[in-house]
């Protein structure tokens, strides 16, 4: 088959790879398209390392077509399908809790197991039997199924914020996953979102997306604008959806007491910052992180998917055939894109 494979750092190549080969109870899949997440640029570009093997195939953001249903009678040929691409192990601690997200035994395609930036994908037989496979109708698009896995993140973290009906919500960066916060929120009933974001054309793309206001934080101060809109309370949520360290103690800074904060986004390796920390001290503020997705949380994306809940085709604004996977990848890279979808050729 024809695949992008990884070689390397900085290294993404269109070329021949081998066929995957199947286990019992794998499922083959014909990829129908798949799109560029922020995380395969960072692996691509050596920020993240790990899970990560050279030569591999990334991209686990997909929608598919079932070529060999590895004898799962729940499958059939040329039905389609969507996969959650995280594989919890459903017996430790973690998963036992219900927080599959962090599995100790967490093992994900487009990382561990080769991913999505090719003709054919193969499932193995553990995420079938783990109920991460999802049959899909064949009139939502496939390129808006493959958005069900960073919709279903954003999930997550919106869920350790809880947005209530009328709250105020910061959303701090505007960039695929900033967007899908702010269509989230809406959809959950905040009042007001606000978002920060320095690039133009992303500010308008949060407005479209449904934000009531943007702030460009070169030319005011985000923290003095949301208290101001605020009657100098703050807002009730803070999300960091871009890995900008000072944006942490900005979103420290700009929430109410008894705020809620998400940081959202991952920041470097190692990376340390300078938090306000009487401020999260005195106004007893809930601060969380959140890591990946749920089968749950993915469902839940794929119901706002293809019920028309949620509108995410404004959202692509770039397609590729998978043999320009190298514009592709420079266009989710520029800045210019939103969203980048891969479509079968
Ligand atoms: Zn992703
Ligand atoms: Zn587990």
Same mark, same amino acid.
Do not use: W
């Given at each position: 088959?024809?695949?992008?494979?990884?070689?390397?750092?900085?290294n993404?190549?269109?070329?021949?790879?081998?066929?995957?080969?199947?286990?019992?109870?794998?499922?083959?899949?014909?990829?129908?398209?798949?799109?560029?997440?922020g995380?395969?640029?960072?692996?691509?570009?050596?920020?993240?390392?790990?899970?990560?093997?050279?030569?591999?195939?990334?991209?686990?953001?997909?929608?598919?077509?079932?070529?060999?249903?590895?004898?799962? *009678? /729940?499958?059939?040929?040329?039905q389609?399908? #969507?996969?959650?691409? !995280?594989? +919890?192990?459903?017996?430790? $601690?973690?998963?036992?809790?219900?927080?599959?997200?962090?599995c100790?035994?967490?093992?994900?395609?487009?990382?561990?197991?080769?991913?999505?930036?090719?003709?054919?994908?193969?499932?193995p037989?553990?995420?079938?039997?783990?109920?991460?496979?999802?049959?899909?109708?064949?009139?939502?698009?496939?390129e808006?199924?493959?958005l069900?896995?960073?919709?279903?993140?954003?999930?997550?973290?919106?869920?350790?914020v809880?947005?209530?009906?009328g709250?105020?919500?910061?959303?701090?960066?505007a960039?695929?996953?900033?967007?899908?916060?702010?269509?989230l929120?809406?959809?959950?009933?905040?009042?007001?979102?606000?978002? *920060? /974001?320095?690039?133009?054309?992303?500010?308008? #793309?949060?407005?479209? !997306?449904? +934000?009531?206001?943007?702030? $460009?934080?070169?030319?005011?101060?985000?923290?003095?604008?949301?208290?101001?809109?605020?009657?100098?309370?703050?807002?009730?949520?803070?999300?960091?959806?871009?890995?900008?360290?000072?944006?942490?103690?900005?979103?420290?800074?700009?929430?109410?007491?008894r705020g809620?904060?998400?940081?959202?986004?991952?920041?470097?390796?190692?990376?340390?910052?300078?938090?306000?920390?009487?401020?999260?001290?005195?106004?007893e503020?809930?601060?969380?992180?959140?890591?990946?997705?749920?089968r749950?949380?993915?469902?839940?994306?794929?119901?706002?998917?293809?019920?028309?809940?949620?509108?995410?085709?404004?959202?692509?604004?770039?397609?590729?055939?998978?043999?320009?996977?190298?514009? #592709?990848v420079?266009? !989710?890279?520029?800045?210019?894109?939103?969203?980048?979808?891969?479509?079968?050729?």
């Open positions: 088959m024809k695949a992008a494979v990884l070689t390397a750092v900085d993404i190549i269109y070329t021949a790879a081998p066929d995957p080969v199947l286990q019992k109870g794998d499922l083959l899949l014909r990829v129908k398209a798949a799109t560029v997440c995380t395969d640029i960072r692996i691509l570009r050596g920020r993240k390392t790990a899970g990560i093997r050279y030569p591999s195939i990334i991209g686990h953001e997909f929608a598919g077509e079932v070529v060999d249903a590895g004898g799962h *009678s /729940q499958f059939k040929v040329g389609s399908v #969507a996969v959650c691409p !995280a594989f +919890a192990c459903g017996h430790c $601690d973690l998963c036992k809790a219900g927080a599959e997200n962090l100790s035994n967490l093992v994900a395609m487009g990382y561990e197991i080769d991913g999505a930036f090719a003709e054919y994908v193969r499932i037989t553990q995420g079938v039997a783990s109920g991460n496979v999802f049959a899909v109708p064949e009139r939502t698009p496939p808006l199924i493959a069900a896995e960073p919709l279903a993140c954003v999930i997550n973290g919106q869920e350790q809880n947005i209530k009906p709250d105020t919500v910061v959303v701090l960066g960039g695929p996953i900033g967007i899908l916060h702010v269509k929120a809406k959809l959950a009933g905040a009042a007001r979102v606000i978002v *920060s /974001q320095r690039s133009a054309l992303r500010r308008d #793309a949060a407005l479209a !997306a449904g +934000a009531d206001m943007v702030i $460009d934080p070169v030319a005011e101060d985000t923290v003095e604008r949301v208290k101001l809109e605020t009657g100098g309370h703050g807002a009730d949520v803070a999300i960091c959806a871009i890995g900008v360290l000072s944006l942490a103690n900005d979103a420290i800074r700009m929430v109410r007491p809620r904060v998400n940081l959202f986004a991952g920041f470097v390796p190692g990376a340390m910052a300078e938090l306000d920390v009487n401020a999260i001290h005195y106004k503020l809930a601060v969380t992180g959140a890591f990946g997705l749920t749950a949380q993915y469902k839940r994306a794929l119901d706002l998917i293809t019920s028309g809940q949620i509108e995410l085709s404004s959202m692509l604004t770039h397609r590729f055939p998978l043999h320009d996977i190298a514009k #592709a420079s266009a !989710a890279e520029s800045g210019a894109a939103i969203k980048v979808a891969i479509t079968a050729a």
